[in-house]
């Protein structure tokens, strides 16, 4: 009998100013949260259970929320798409946001969030997956160690969902004027 093993691998590259890698980790993600599953029971149709958003609220999710989430943020949005932040205490099945997130800006301790972009999802072999991508540079002078990233979804206008967050073991050092490049890859692998 085959089986279907789901994963949020991810990927973190950085760049220096003149763009040459001077750092890449990546590895299968321990990632997704109870809020993940809260939307994908909405999204096959039962819904009706409550989802936890990033300012500790409860918010119930349906199936018609399912129309209307979003993962594309633009540029200096720091509310949904990829965030990373400076956290490092371990995940929990109920964290609703990163504990310590590091907002847009162009200055010491800040980054500079770039639009995410999204790829359609591929098939190799019994894989099948897709990247979420977000650039971000640090316009600041002092270095920024990140140990945490997030996946946030936007329901509706202004609803925002943490549906996977990942730790990053040791951290991963942005130099002033380097860029960090973080992919989340959702898959599937059929065994």
């Given amino acids: 009998m085959k089986k279907i093993v789901e994963t949020l691998e991810w990927e973190a590259?950085?760049?220096?100013?003149?763009?040459?890698?001077?750092?890449?980790?990546?590895?299968?993600?321990?990632?997704?949260?109870?809020?993940?599953?809260?939307?994908?029971?909405?999204?096959?149709?039962?819904g009706g259970e409550n989802a936890v958003d990033t300012g500790g609220n409860t918010v119930a999710i349906n199936k018609a929320d399912c129309d209307d989430?979003?993962?594309?943020?633009?540029?200096?949005?720091?509310?949904y798409g990829i965030v990373v932040g400076t956290g490092t205490d371990d995940n929990l099945p109920g964290?609703?946001?990163?504990?310590?997130?590091?907002?847009?800006?162009?200055?010491?301790?800040?980054?500079?969030?770039?639009d995410v972009s999204?790829?359609?999802?591929?098939?190799?072999?019994?894989?099948?997956?897709?990247?979420?991508?977000?650039?971000?540079?640090?316009?600041?002078?002092?270095?920024?160690?990140?140990?945490e990233a997030g996946l946030i979804v936007k329901i509706g206008t202004a609803t925002y969902v943490l549906i996977g967050r990942q730790v990053i073991s040791g951290g991963i050092a942005v130099p002033a004027g380097a860029t960090l490049t973080f992919k989340f890859k959702p898959k599937i692998t059929v065994t």
Wanted: glycine residues 10%; negative net charge.
């Fill in 13 to 46: 590259i950085v760049k220096d100013r003149d763009g040459k890698v001077i750092a890449r980790r990546k590895g299968k993600g321990d990632s997704y949260l109870k809020n993940y599953m809260v939307l994908h029971f909405a999204l096959i149709g039962a």
């Fill in 69 to 79: 989430v979003y993962v594309d943020a633009g540029e200096g949005v720091d509310e």
């Fill in 95 to 114: 964290m609703y946001n990163l504990q310590s997130p590091i907002e847009h800006g162009d200055g010491d301790n800040l980054l500079h969030y770039y």
């Fill in 118 to 147: 999204l790829s359609a999802p591929t098939v190799s072999g019994s894989d099948v997956l897709y990247e979420i991508s977000r650039d971000f540079k640090n316009n600041g002078s002092v270095d920024i160690t990140i140990y």
